[in-house]
């Protein structure tokens, strides 16, 4: 059964960093786009960040140059560096796999809370 696991949401403070990471299992993890989205409460969910297998990235405009996605195919693993958090960023924090011709796999999603 495919798993797709995220990890190292939290209380933050205004200003903070956290570094997500999501572990993917039982698919060929390098053929995958991968990407982080949120969903804050009372709106939709929107995409963050996302890397493509050969490790293109693309970024919500807004988010560019606080958040950095990354992928480590040798551990299946894909992360995201938030930096400068702001309360707006509180959310949950959900990690999706997506391949052409493959079904997509969504996480169970990570609380991410900013607050002083």
């Known amino acids: 059964q495919v798993q797709v696991v995220e990890s190292g949401g939290g209380l933050v403070q205004p200003g903070g960093s956290l570094r997500l990471s999501c572990a993917a299992s039982?698919?060929?993890?390098?053929?995958?786009?991968m990407a982080w989205y949120r969903q804050a409460p009372g709106k939709q969910r929107e995409l963050v960040a996302s890397?493509?297998?050969?490790?293109?990235?693309n970024y919500q405009d807004l988010l560019k140059g606080r958040f950095t996605i990354s992928r480590d195919n040798a551990k299946n693993t894909v992360y995201l560096q938030m930096n400068s958090l702001q309360p707006e960023d509180t959310a949950v924090y959900y990690c999706?796999?997506?391949?052409?011709?493959?079904?997509?796999?969504w996480g169970q999603g990570t609380q991410v809370t900013v607050s002083s």
């Open positions: 999706n796999a997506r391949a052409r011709y493959r079904p997509q796999y």
């Open positions: 039982r698919i060929t993890f390098n053929l995958y786009t």
């Open positions: 890397i493509t297998s050969e490790g293109s990235t």
